[in-house]
């Protein structure tokens, strides 16, 4: 025979997990440069500039593991301006290729859908 257990006295969480510290704002930055890349050269490297400045002040909040993800993504984006502006020479479309790489590991560090 079982005996019955107390009513737990703690009550169930409603609320999703926090993402880690970081998360929030370089997910929105990434979102954000998808959203204002267009398709010339000029929009993509003005989207590839404010994601960089962007980028650059969320690695200041972000913890653990979601901090390295933050300062490749900022040099995915630095050096995709670079690229662009023709300060540097390379292929644009390996280093977005980097870029959508690294978007995917922070989306995964963070534990956001891919909707």
Do not use: H, K, W
Request: hydrophobic share 35%.
């Amino acid at each position: 025979m079982t005996t019955p257990r107390p009513p737990d006295p703690r009550p169930p969480l409603s609320l999703e997990p926090l993402p880690p510290a970081g998360c929030q704002e370089a997910l929105a930055v990434v979102d954000r440069y998808y959203r204002s890349a267009g398709s010339t050269e000029l929009s993509q490297q003005a989207a590839a500039t404010e994601a960089y400045q962007g980028m650059m002040r969320a690695s200041s909040t972000a913890q653990g593991a979601v901090y390295p993800v933050t300062v490749a993504l900022s040099q995915d984006f630095s050096n995709m301006r670079f690229i662009l502006s023709g300060m540097v020479s390379g292929d644009y479309a390996a280093a977005q290729a980097r870029t959508n790489r690294d978007a995917r590991t922070l989306r995964d560090v963070c534990g956001a859908d891919d909707n």
